[in-house]
């Protein structure tokens, strides 16, 4: 089993900075995918980045290229992100996901294809 656990959400102007971070406990054996959804009140949660802890390929959404990026600790296995000039619409549950299973890496914003997840942490950005 693993465990997984997110921590720094919070409420902020718009422009502003947050840090989440996101750590796996528990059996893990190998290279992880570790990805950031989120999802807003009356939307479908979706997408917003990904790493590959084997390589280190790291992926993300459209809307959040520029903006957000994935620092990571190896050792302590804990991910992180660092979401900059923040908008009104980033505002949402922001949710971590890891997968110990291969992932073909074309399908790292797919909800179906990890095991687990974390509760959740909330960013709520003000104009």
């Known amino acids: 089993q693993v465990q997984v656990v997110e921590s720094g959400g919070g409420s902020v102007q718009a422009g502003g900075s947050l840090r989440l971070s996101c750590a796996a406990s528990g059996k893990i054996v190998g290279s992880l995918a570790m990805a950031w959804f989120r999802q807003a009140p009356g939307k479908e949660r979706e997408g917003v980045a990904c790493?590959?802890?084997?390589?280190?390929?790291?992926y993300y959404a459209d809307s959040v290229k520029g903006r957000f990026t994935i620092p990571r600790d190896n050792a302590k296995k804990t991910m992180y992100l660092q979401l900059n000039s923040l908008k009104p619409e980033d505002t949402a549950i922001y949710y971590c996901?890891?997968?110990?299973?291969?992932?073909?890496?074309?399908?790292?914003?797919?909800?179906?294809?990890?095991?687990?997840w974390g509760q959740g942490t909330e960013v709520t950005v003000s104009s």
């Open positions: 790493i590959f802890t084997g390589g280190g390929s790291t």
């Open positions: 996901a890891v997968e110990h299973r291969p992932l073909y890496r074309g399908n790292w914003a797919d909800i179906s294809e990890y095991t687990y």
